[in-house]
């Protein structure tokens, strides 16, 4: 995995929020009875579940999916526009077939290219049918009239132009093919990770161009100051050690016997999958759960000293929520014991948690949001890279020994952020 | 309005919380280099060094008190400071508006003049020991008087900060290395005894820590 | 000039542990609800992480979580003949402050009071005649049965996970717990805590005396436990940094490890904190509320319009506030008349030492809980018969001890000289072997004449308003007790094999510098009718209806165990009537 892009400083955008708010009249051609509601209604439940609003609704602005988010990407900033039925500012003037191109092509209403940080390589999957739906539900909502520049990529990058060359290299457009030899709630999981819900987008590697390395689907990526974690079959770094009720809960609740759900997780948790029928969940995670993961590979056994000094650093901060046998407690504190962030080989997530603390997240079902402390300014570089590697290698877990130097360079990234 | 509001989940941003600031003993910050001096010969009279413990200089009191002399205990930061400043029963507690920091200064100064007529021409630091000792069982009674100053409410303050210095963590810079508490059987800041609940009439058998020491972190 | 807010539904005075309970009952009846708490918001893994709660010097000695006396303070003097004078620091009483009250920081001891207390004048006139009172005592009962209140104490235990042996289920007497319980209706939500050795061995010398031990009902958690709201509490490591400290990992319970969480999700809910109300605003009939002014840290002032205001503030600033805003009549003790400020109490605490043979005994008092700890109660209360003993009122008698802290817990005893060598050789000889418990005798401190709170002439908070001042003494009647209680104690140790006991009774005067529990009471007591009291036998103001006051204000006297269990049960009762009552027909509950 290629780390030798360096983070981009974030570019506020200076936003002009003159918004009339209220219902657009927006007058387009057909495709969509306005009056179907179970089609409006339809299409809330998509967009739910493809998180319109984790990009398109600047939080805390009271306007649903205004635009005006900026969003980091390993190529510099962008700001996700306005999706209401604004004409001016909005997608109120687009044709439905505009829109499902948009979705479908990832090509926008003057057909220049839209950024895949857009996840049109995703949402190709969609059927038609959910497309419209999803546009008859956006027809719903306030026209917020709200201009945004949305390309604050540095240069070559702000070359739309070269996003041609890029859709040719690395998308296939086209809706969803069920495969026949599985299950019907195999298909309807592979619709919604593959399609929608668009699981890969934060959690397939990339290659140097940002596009997914479709060899390792869903074995991780680093985003954002965090490692989104293997969530293939892997019986150490994926879901392996979950079972499918584990995985429903999680994406439910936040929470489950050995996880809880914190950064930009906690986001996905509360907008959109918490939302999600017990039905989907369960078919997402039949699917997650037949996805193969890497190579089995024991990695090489720690040093015994370290793993000495790591022991001890463990009883005396960690031992007492995580428990001697690491098992924590459920719902409260999450089982280190099998835990796949603790043994994901890259230990991105688990340096953040350590070094910085993290909330978890609360939902209205595990509403307790359990938060765990952070231990920078107690452990130095060393101390970190021992107690981390005893975690990572006690209990039946094995993962990678993690060296002060990984330590100090997740320290000095993690002192560069706001969030 | 400067107020934080508090709504729609639990607030977290990083870098909250106050961490302790480790003291690291080097320089004075309150204490003058004599009263300093006079300080660490003091507390090495409450706490000699004898096999049980080192003594209280060396156990780092002295620095104790001078940090906690020149940080908020020693203005009363936190105090119903304002006045009339009367005096009171004993029951209503102390009412004067001098500091911890205040009493010091004057007391090491006027226990050095008392020394002085004691013991002609010698401060505090120039007795012997058992002469130091006389001098603050003298303080500790009130047959030795200040001038300008309570002896007695002196001795006390004293030792209270010098055996809190002893027995408290050692990041505030006494209690060095554990020293008070690897006397007495105390572990120190373990947090989890759920294995030593049930040990009824045992020892406990966990290394000293505290909140910045870990000796059992190293080789 | 106050800046005038929007208005709300309900503003709520604190948000400690009943400022949260009412925040939660009304903002589920649909209300929009504004809790204004004048200290900061603190949680956790962000204030009290496992990284550092574990300070005794920070927490204990220095006391950082409790309320800045700069920020607000209280006066004090025995009786009327002194001048009363600032608490400069805090001493016999140390009040919370912040998000969570004192309740982020509390022991978690989770007592009941007996049926009995709630009539207590009525029961101890009835048994003993109204002649065996002493004339100025002015006990009172509270207008509530244990009837009343008994589903609202089981609400708030299971709220918090409360840790226990049930002595009396549904009349029924239960080997392990408390026998002189009144009737539960369900058995505590989780098991009793386990005990230390020094614990264990208390029950050992109790039963040996024909007594009845039991574990103390605790807080801390014996096991990890979600309640009735959804959030989950983890198990007690008996870690020993409990009481004065913040919980690090989530096993006491606390407005922030039960209620908030769930609280502060709802978008009727907003809370602000670090600021400060200075006073509850009437209208010019002086009979309605109309809302609260508060000021922030930049000193600009606040109206906040509301329908309702519920004081959550603490028992003393809730006194204080009422009298600051002109609401009730202020009690005179020459003339009795008045009620805000009248039948002040604390508690009556005792306890001491048992030193015992370092080669035979090895308590690890470190090992400890805030709560932990083997109780009896044959001397609480009207538990036992008080024909010849010379007093009313009780308390239970413990082994409570709850840490082995070295400042506070390296006593020495009597003779060892204050410093030097042989006073560390004391220290290493006795630390391990020497139970310390200052509050073993756990006491009642029944209602005076004298005993009151009152606006101080002189001294001010940073605002220029009159501080709280508080006259209190010790009368003959609880030194009795504690002289009674604490030979109980005593008389318990030497059977539990001490060697020596260095025990006090609580003596008068009453010592504003000596730490004797933060169970301050009454100042704004319920009753039956307006004669009596200053609010409703459901916490809501004679004076003014739209006005609910909590808390251990609404005492008529203390009783013999911890208030907290009482204060948040009355607080459950009181939004239960304002639910089911108030809101649908808002005015007087209560026609006297």
């Known amino acids: 995995m290629r780390d030798g892009w360096k983070m981009l400083p974030k570019v506020l955008c200076a936003m002009s929020l003159g918004a009339a708010v209220g219902v657009s009249a927006a007058a387009h051609a057909g495709g969509i009875d306005k009056q179907d509601f179970n089609q409006v209604e339809r299409g809330h439940y998509l967009a739910v579940v493809a998180d319109c609003a984790a990009c398109h609704t600047l939080p805390?602005?009271?306007?649903?999916?205004?635009?005006?988010?900026?969003?980091?990407?390993?190529f510099g900033t962008l700001i996700a526009p306005n999706i209401t039925p604004d004409p001016q500012t909005g997608i109120g003037a687009w044709t439905d077939d505009e829109f499902v191109n948009a979705l479908t092509k990832g090509t926008a209403r003057d057909g220049?290219?839209?950024?895949?940080?857009?996840?049109?390589?995703?949402?190709?999957?969609?059927?038609?049918?959910?497309?419209?739906?999803?546009?008859?539900?956006?027809?719903?909502?306030?026209?917020?009239?709200?201009?945004v520049q949305v390309n604050q990529l540095p240069f070559p990058f702000r070359i739309r132009a070269s996003m041609a060359a890029w859709d040719e290299m690395f998308f296939t457009p086209g809706a969803f093919r069920p495969d026949g030899r599985k299950s019907a709630e195999w298909n309807r999981g592979a619709y919604l990770a593959e399609g929608p819900a668009h699981c890969g987008a934060c959690h397939t590697p990339k290659n140097f161009l940002g596009a997914d390395k479709r060899g390792e689907r869903l074995q991780g990526y680093a985003l954002q100051g965090w490692f989104a974690p293997d969530i293939t079959n892997d019986a150490r770094r994926g879901l392996g050690s979950w079972s499918i009720d584990d995985i429903v809960a999680y994406l439910k609740t936040g929470h489950n016997r050995t996880g809880a759900a914190t950064g930009p997780m906690s986001e996905t948790l509360n907008l959109s999958t918490s939302h999600m029928s017990d039905e989907d969940l369960k078919a997402i995670a039949v699917y997650l759960k037949d996805q193969p993961g890497q190579a089995a590979s024991a990695p090489a056994a720690p040093d015994r000293a370290g793993m000495k000094i790591g022991g001890q650093i463990?009883?005396?901060?960690?031992?007492?929520?995580?428990?001697?046998?690491?098992q924590g407690a459920a719902g409260l504190f999450p089982s280190l014991n099998g835990s796949p962030v603790v043994q994901q080989t890259n230990p991105t997530s688990l340096l953040r948690v350590v070094l910085r603390g993290a909330l978890s997240v609360g939902t209205r079902k595990a509403p307790t949001a359990p938060a765990m402390p952070a231990f920078a300014w107690v452990l130095n570089d060393d101390q970190v890279a021992a107690v981390v590697t005893y975690i990572r290698n006690t209990w039946g877990?094995?993962?990678?020994?993690?060296?002060?130097?990984?330590?100090?360079?997740?320290?000095?990234?993690?002192?560069?952020?706001t969030d | 309005m400067r107020a934080a509001i508090v709504k729609g989940g639990i607030p977290w941003k990083p870098g909250a919380g106050d961490p302790p600031e480790v003291v690291r003993p080097g320089g004075w910050k309150y204490f003058t280099p004599q009263e300093a001096k006079t300080v660490e010969a003091f507390v090495d009279r409450l706490i000699p060094a004898d096999e049980l413990s080192p003594g209280g200089k060396d156990c780092g009191c002295a620095v104790f008190i001078d940090r906690q002399l020149a940080g908020p205990y020693g203005r009363f930061e936190g105090y119903y400071m304002a006045g009339p400043f009367q005096k009171g029963t004993k029951e209503q507690g102390p009412q004067s508006p001098e500091t911890p920091a205040q009493t010091y200064r004057k007391a090491l100064a006027a226990f050095d003049n008392a020394c002085r007529t004691k013991y002609p021409g010698k401060t505090f630091v120039e007795l012997a020991d058992d002469q130091k000792d006389e001098a603050i069982k003298g303080l500790e009674d009130g047959s030795l008087k200040l001038d300008g100053s309570d002896g007695q409410e002196f001795f006390k303050l004293i030792l209270k900060n010098t055996q809190n210095g002893f027995l408290a963590d050692p990041i505030y810079g006494g209690n060095k290395e554990g020293a008070s508490w690897k006397m007495i059987g105390f572990p120190g800041t373990h947090y989890d005894y759920r294995d030593w609940i049930d040990k009824h009439n045992q020892k406990v058998m966990l290394p000293v820590v505290g909140i910045n020491f870990h000796p059992n972190w190293t080789q | 000039m106050a800046l005038k807010l929007p208005h709300k539904d309900v503003a709520i005075i604190g948000l400690g542990w009943t400022g949260s309970i009412l925040a939660n009952e009304l903002t589920d009846a649909g209300l929009d609800v504004v809790a204004i708490e004048r200290g900061p918001w603190r949680d956790t893994a962000t204030d009290f992480p496992i990284s550092y709660a574990q300070d005794e010097l920070r927490y204990r000695i220095r006391h950082e979580m409790f309320l800045r006396n700069s920020q607000m303070s209280v006066t004090f003097r025995n009786n009327t003949s002194q001048t009363a004078l600032p608490v400069r620091t805090w001493g016999a009483f140390m009040l919370g402050n912040g998000v969570g009250g004192a309740g982020m920081h509390w022991n978690a001891e989770f007592w009941r009071f007996l049926p009995s207390d709630f009539i207590l004048k009525s029961h101890l006139t009835q048994r003993y005649g109204a002649s065996f009172l002493p004339t100025d005592m002015t006990i009172q009962d509270w207008g509530i049965t244990w009837d009343d209140i008994e589903p609202h104490y089981d609400a708030f235990e299971y709220l918090c996970g409360t840790s226990g042996a049930a002595g009396n289920l549904g009349g029924k007497i239960q080997d392990g717990g408390n026998p002189f319980e009144g009737s539960r209706s369900r058995p505590y939500p989780t098991p009793a805590m386990k005990q230390g050795f020094g614990h264990a061995l208390f029950a050992e010398g109790a039963k040996k005396l024909g007594y009845k031990p039991f574990p103390q009902p605790s807080g801390n958690l014996s096991q990890s436990y979600t309640n009735p709201l959804g959030v989950t509490l983890g198990q007690c490591t008996y870690c020993g940094f409990c009481e004065w400290f913040g919980c690090a990992n989530y096993s006491k319970a606390s407005p922030q490890t039960t209620i908030l969480p769930v609280l502060l999700r709802k978008s009727n809910f907003e809370g602000r904190t670090d600021c400060e109300v200075t006073r509850i605003n009437v209208d010019n009939t002086g009979k309605r509320a109309t809302g609260v002014t508060y000021v922030d840290t930049s000193g600009a002032e606040f109206e906040q319009p509301a329908d309702l205001v519920i004081l959550c503030a603490f028992s003393l600033f809730n006194v204080q506030l009422l009298l600051l805003s002109g609401i009730g009549v202020a009690y005179d003790p020459q003339t009795g008349e008045g009620h805000i400020g009248r039948n002040f109490t604390h508690q009556t605490v005792s306890g001491g030492l048992g030193f015992f043979d370092k080669d035979k005994y090895n308590f690890n008092p470190f090992v400890a809980a805030g709560a932990i700890g083997m109780c009896i109660d044959e001397f609480n209360g009207d538990n036992f018969d008080h024909t010849s003993v010379g007093f009313v009122g009780g308390g239970y008698i413990g082994q409570v001890q709850t840490n082995g802290r070295p400042i506070e817990c390296t006593a020495v005893p009597p003779g060892t000289p204050a410093w030097g060598s042989k006073w560390k050789q004391a220290l290493k000889d006795n630390y391990l072997s020497t139970i310390n418990v200052g509050a073993a005798c756990h006491a009642s401190m029944y209602s005076y004449r004298d005993n009151y709170l009152s606006l101080d002439p002189t001294y001010k908070d940073r605002f220029g308003r009159p501080l709280i001042r508080l006259t209190i003494d010790f009368h003959d009647n609880e030194l009795k007790m504690s002289k009674f209680l604490t030979d109980k104690y005593t008389e318990i140790l030497k059977a539990m094999g001490a060697k020596q006991t260095v025990t006090h009774p609580r003596k008068a005067p009453y010592d504003v510098t000596e730490y004797q529990t933060s169970h301050l009471n009454g100042g704004a007591i319920m009753g039956d009718n307006p004669g009596n009291s200053a609010l409703n036998r459901y916490l809501q103001s004679w004076d003014v209806p739209n006005l609910f006051v909590m808390g251990a204000s609404a005492f008529p006297q203390n009783a013999g165990y911890n208030p907290t269990g009482t204060v948040g049960a009355l607080a459950y009762w009181s939004a239960a009537a304002i639910r089911s009552q108030y809101l649908k027909n808002p005015g007087p509950l209560v026609h006297a």
Do not use: F, W
Not at chain 1, 401 to 416: D, F, N, P, T, Y
């Open chain 1, 60 to 74: 805390g602005s009271g306007h649903d999916l205004a635009g005006g988010r900026p969003l980091e990407t390993p």
């Open chain 1, 112 to 147: 220049t290219h839209l950024y895949p940080a857009m996840p049109y390589t995703y949402y190709t999957k969609l059927s038609r049918d959910d497309v419209l739906a999803i546009r008859a539900y956006l027809n719903t909502l306030p026209a917020v009239h709200n201009a």
């Open chain 1, 314 to 326: 463990y009883a005396d901060e960690c031992s007492g929520c995580h428990s001697g046998n690491g």
């Open chain 1, 397 to 417: 877990n094995a993962a990678p020994a993690v060296s002060a130097s990984q330590v100090g360079k997740a320290r000095q990234s993690l002192a560069e952020r």
